[in-house]
């Protein structure tokens, strides 16, 4: 069982760009899950999060700019980034706070990370 991400990369200020986040293995469901990113010498911090039944939240500097959002069927995990500024630039990554399949429950799962970088 894993998390990928895909879909980061070089961008400039005022471009887009959609984060994906595909949980692998055999999983019968998945809680709540999120994006969070950490920037060189900076620690983690949280930019959105969705329940299994959508509920939405995110950090201010998300507001009004970035949109989560989740396929369950699919088991994916989206970040819709527009407007990106050279301040988001940093390594995104995707975390499930439970998944449960025919092992059981496992929590708090990260990905490996995308990076995604802002030019000005």
């Known amino acids: 069982v894993q998390l990928v991400e895909s879909g980061g990369g070089l961008v400039q200020a005022g471009g887009s760009l959609r984060l994906s986040c595909a949980a692998l293995g055999s999983i019968f469901s998945i809680g709540d899950m999120g994006w969070y990113r950490q920037a060189p010498g900076k620690q983690r911090e949280l930019v959105a999060t969705i329940s299994s039944d959508d509920y939405t939240t995110y950090a201010d500097s998300a507001k009004g700019r970035f949109t989560i959002s989740r396929d369950n069927a699919k088991k994916e995990l989206y970040l819709q980034m527009n407007n990106l500024r050279p301040d988001d630039t940093a390594v995104y990554y995707c975390?499930?706070?439970?998944?449960?399949?025919?092992?059981?429950?496992?929590?708090?799962?990260w990905g490996q990370g995308t990076q995604v970088t802002v030019s000005s």
């Open positions: 975390k499930a706070d439970r998944m449960v399949g025919n092992w059981g429950p496992l929590y708090d799962s």
